[in-house]
């Protein structure tokens, strides 16, 4: 369990510790929220005393705490307490989910997680199937990208939802989904708080200290991200991970931009997020150039027009307040690489490059809009455990895409051209599991965009802190860092090759690169602590007791 001790000296002694002082180094020394020492277990031995905690890492290793770069803390809790349907593997399993929800007593029955894509069927239930496995109950069960859902005919009676643009029996995208999904999400200040310690603590159990939080009004009320706020860090009695907060509000003036800015404690790092020019890939509502390979009448959804993206960009780089939006599809891309040159065009590309504005997924990008990211000095916060479920053979980008699905989630593209990518989960749509994540990048779908593991971690720790303009320092364990760290369980660790076209692994240290979990055995890497800025988030039982 979390607790709330004041920091103090922590020697953690005979393991592994990853940091760019020491490759090689086995012991680190914690002065309250601060690395005081990296090094060797036999320069450990002098530091020992009467006012120094010992932990004895039993061949453990320390690294820096992961930063999720895109959460949904609220929608991540509420899904810890929902159904999950992500392993169902057919239509039928997950009707027989929803009936046993419904043979528990359950008038509201909320799921998450299904993908149509995997099953026989490849088609979704229907309003009445869902009322009969629910029998009468009120069923919302939200796709795995979370933009769509299917709902039963008892829910979309009660809220007329036939009458709205993207509905079709039951399976709803668009303001039928809106409806829906904010139908059953009407939640108390003690509900959301209750939901948001949930997600914080798993999250923290997981080896993050930080989740940047993809907050919009069109996602849940102000009201959501206020509590949020309230809970977050380790200044609380129950030290929780950080929230890196966003607020996705369309602005068209600089008056907007800086009142704003001023709303939450002062505490937004941009006015970006899930501002949503487009949709999803597997609700076949992201925004292409060419139309969907299974729906060729379909070329997706675009949400927001090229004048409201770039009135939004002029009037947040005019105030150098970072922004950014939701794109997945081509077309998508188009329409905010058009924006950013206006603005450009308008107050310099300088202005524009200072403002370090992102953008989140961004999943379908050739070569000539990689360059004009980084002509623009934009970062991409990416996804990679979207290309491990859904980007091989026959898998959902291939029935959606076809041949585009090769070219799709291109990180090893971006940050070879200098895009500052950051690694995220978009929990809930994927889980908070960092060295999934790591690995995700190790073997994807396409053997071009592989990247190293050194490469993703740096990916998913330092890039977090920097593409939300956090300091330098953050992200590594070295002598004058804040005390951010996690501690992990491993089978083997491995020191990894610098060029990735080579073998990528290695087992001689004399490498002189710091060491990583070996991500290709019998157990993943498991979190025996997690601290922030000094203070305990997590620890497993039986592990530095004390």
């Given amino acids: 369990m979390p607790n709330s001790k004041r920091p103090q000296t922590v020697l953690y002694r005979n393991g592994s510790v990853y940091s760019p002082a020491d490759p090689f180094a086995t012991a680190m020394l914690v002065d309250g929220g601060t690395v005081a020492w990296v090094g060797s277990e036999h320069a450990a031995a002098n530091l020992t005393g009467p006012d120094v905690r010992t932990v004895d890492l039993d061949g453990a290793l320390v690294t820096p705490g992961f930063v999720d770069a895109h959460t949904h803390t609220t929608e991540t809790g509420i899904a810890l307490g929902s159904i999950d349907l992500t392993s169902c593997r057919s239509l039928a399993e997950l009707l027989d989910s929803v009936s046993a929800a419904a043979s528990s007593g359950s008038t509201t029955i909320l799921g998450f997680g299904w993908d149509e894509s995997r099953w026989p069927e490849r088609r979704v239930p229907t309003a009445a199937e869902l009322d009969r496995a629910g029998d009468g109950a009120l069923v919302y069960l939200v796709r795995a990208d979370i933009h769509s859902a299917v709902v039963s005919g008892a829910l979309a009676d009660a809220l007329g939802l036939a009458g709205l643009d993207g509905w079709d029996n039951g399976f709803v995208v668009r303001a039928a989904h809106e409806a829906a999904r904010q139908a059953t999400r009407r939640l108390t200040p003690d509900q959301r708080r209750s939901y948001q310690q949930a997600a914080l603590l798993h999250a923290a159990a997981r ?170 000095g934009v970062a991409v916060s990416g996804q990679p455990v979207f290309d491990a479920l859904w980007g091989r053979e026959g898998g959902l980008y291939d029935q959606r895409l076809g041949e585009r699905s090769h070219g799709m989630n291109r990180f090893a593209s971006l940050l070879s051209a200098g895009v500052l990518v950051a690694l995220g989960s978009d929990s809930p749509v994927t889980p908070l599991d960092p060295w999934a994540s790591v690995r995700a990048c190790l073997q994807h779908s396409s053997a071009a965009e592989n990247i190293s593991a050194r490469a993703a971690f740096i990916a998913h720790t330092r890039a977090g802190w920097r593409l939300s303009g956090r300091s330098p320092m953050m992200g590594q364990l070295a002598p004058g860092t804040p005390a951010s760290f996690a501690v992990w369980k491993v089978d083997e660790l491995m020191v990894q090759t610098p060029d990735n076209r080579v073998q990528s692994w290695s087992t001689d240290p004399r490498a002189g690169t710091p060491l990583l979990p070996a991500l290709d055995t019998e157990n993943a890497p498991l979190c025996l602590e997690t601290v922030h800025d000094g203070r305990r988030l997590y620890v497993a039982e039986g592990f530095a007791a004390g």
């Fill in 207 to 376: 080896g993050y200290i930080a989740v940047t939080e993809m907050a919009a009004p069109h996602i849940a009320p102000r009201e959501d991200l206020e509590v949020l706020l309230s809970i977050d860090g380790t200044a609380h009695e129950v030290p929780l991970p950080e929230v890196i907060p966003y607020w996705a509000q369309l602005t068209s003036s600089r008056d907007e931009v800086r009142d704003l800015m001023q709303d939450f404690g002062g505490r937004l790092a941009g006015l970006a997020g899930d501002l949503n020019v487009d949709g999803s890939i597997g609700s076949r509502t992201a925004a292409l150039r060419e139309p969907y390979t299974d729906d060729p009448g379909n070329r997706g959804t675009l949400y927001l027009g090229e004048d409201e993206v770039a009135a939004h960009l002029l009037a947040t780089t005019a105030e150098t307040v970072q922004t950014g939006f939701h794109v997945i599809g081509d077309a998508g891309l188009d329409v905010v690489l058009r924006g950013l040159e206006a603005t450009a065009r308008e107050l310099g590309v300088e202005e524009v490059r200072r403002s370090r504005h992102r953008l989140e997924h961004v999943e379908l990008a050739d070569d000539e809009a990689i360059a004009a990211l980084v002509h623009y």
